[in-house]
């Protein structure tokens, strides 16, 4: 008997004796045809509809890994069967990529099936069963239907995501310097137009790197490389759609090395706290660029006080973030006041030092470490002084939309299981 054949026997096994002790079992498993189970799509979608499946009476849900391929087992407590398979059948039907996964409803009187056939994923003619008897088409086909389609998903996805990310940063206001949809803050360049201009102009450019994670072979430090020659198509994009003012350049940076360091880790199935390591891998070169000689203000920051920068932030597997998620669960304005206030305490933020003497720099972390962030009136106080005295805190604007995209992503692509 082959491997993936015991390992339905035991899945199978494994759901009656859960059946012992709970009145219905749902299990969920994606359809790849073939004898790899577990290709890129398999986790991909069954990460994604764990998250999109939500029951009452629900008890502990277990993610499991086989040669047949991830599945998960969702027992219930209580609960009508009948509807629940109906609540199964319109998840599956609702979302485009529902036609490439099983969901099944178990209870101990039998197995719940959808009374309607789904048509064939790659004709679309026929019952899928008709076509799966006869061998109507060729494994390959199949798992390319599945993959393209799979793929056209995640490039939609992710590119609204990331303008929601940037969005949300732009939207809170006041925002201590930074532009906002009625103020241009510090910046004399820029105004919120410019901003939504910027960002419509280097959001394609994000999606390759991604498809770069997603699709590539090579190691991380050959990913690196590889999105730098995107990241410089991405700056000259938003210089031309900006008139020359840099609205978005540390966001290419930094959202560009998390969007591909996502994307392998969904290809990879890796959990999601290993985003943080592949960047620390990513970013390894950019260490020994600290010590050249300067040619940009962050690397003459390094060279005059020591401070990194985004090059360190990013080199170190962005701790920041990671600090600011530990606490994120979600993207209302008072949140985002915390993230930013944090972000803006912690980073070595170039873009501040550039309007600031380092004496300066370190009397303004010490009053944001002071701010009550549930009063809007001292808020826009500090707000004010910040246009007052020209600060700004661009870098921590940027790693705010990189911590809301990854809030995001982890809320929608990966399981409580595997963060």
């Excluded at 056209?152 to 969005?167: C, K, N, T």
């Excluded at 199935?269 to 950019?286: G, R, S, V």
Aim: proline share 4%; charged share 25%.
């Amino acid at each position: 008997m082959s491997d993936i054949l015991v390992e339905r026997e035991k899945r199978s096994n494994k759901i009656k004796k859960l059946l012992n002790d709970f009145p219905i079992i749902i299990s969920l498993k994606a359809n790849i045809p073939g004898q790899d189970k577990n290709r890129f799509p398999a986790h991909l979608l069954v990460r994604l509809f764990s998250n999109l499946m939500k029951f009452e009476y629900e008890c502990l849900r277990s993610l499991n890994e086989s040669a047949d391929g991830p599945f998960l087992i969702i027992p219930l407590t209580s609960g009508d069967p009948i509807q629940i398979k109906e609540q199964c059948i319109r998840i599956e039907d609702e979302n485009s990529l529902g036609r490439f996964v099983d969901i099944d409803v178990y209870s101990l009187s039998q197995e719940h099936h959808r009374m309607t056939p789904r048509n064939c994923i790659v004709c679309h003619e026929f019952d899928s069963r008709i076509c799966q008897k006869s061998e109507r088409h060729t494994p390959e086909e199949v798992i390319k239907v599945i993959q393209d389609n799979t793929m056209s998903y995640l490039l939609q996805v992710v590119s609204q995501l990331i303008h929601e990310s940037v969005l949300c940063e732009l939207h809170l206001d006041p925002k201590f310097g930074l532009v906002t949809p009625t103020s241009s803050g510090s910046h004399s360049d820029m105004d919120y137009r410019l901003m939504l201009k910027a960002k419509d102009a280097i959001l394609p450019y994000f999606i390759q790197m991604f498809e770069i994670g997603v699709l590539s072979n090579k190691s991380p430090i050959e990913l690196m490389r590889d999105i730098r020659e995107v990241g410089l198509q991405a700056e000259r994009a938003m210089l031309k759609a900006t008139g020359g003012v840099n609205a978005y350049k540390g966001l290419i940076f930094n959202l560009g090395f998390v969007v591909t360091a996502f994307g392998r880790a969904l290809r990879l199935h890796l959990p999601f706290n290993t985003i943080f390591d592949e960047l620390k891998l990513m970013a390894q070169p950019l260490i020994s660029e600290l010590d050249s000689t300067p040619v940009s203000f962050g690397l003459e920051a390094y060279h005059k006080y020591g401070i990194g920068g985004a090059r360190k932030e990013m080199s170190l597997g962005l701790p920041s973030v990671q600090s600011v998620l530990s606490t994120m669960k979600d993207t209302d304005e008072h949140s985002l006041y915390i993230a930013l206030v944090e972000l803006i305490r912690s980073i070595e933020d170039t873009t501040l030092l550039k309007r600031a003497d380092i004496n300066t720099l370190y009397l303004i972390k010490q009053m944001f470490a002071r701010i009550d962030l549930s009063d809007i009136n001292e808020i826009r106080q500090v707000s004010e002084y910040c246009v007052e005295n020209n600060l700004t805190f661009g870098g921590s604007a940027d790693l705010l939309i990189v911590a809301v995209f990854l809030h995001k992503v982890r809320t929608l692509f990966f399981t409580s299981q595997d963060q």
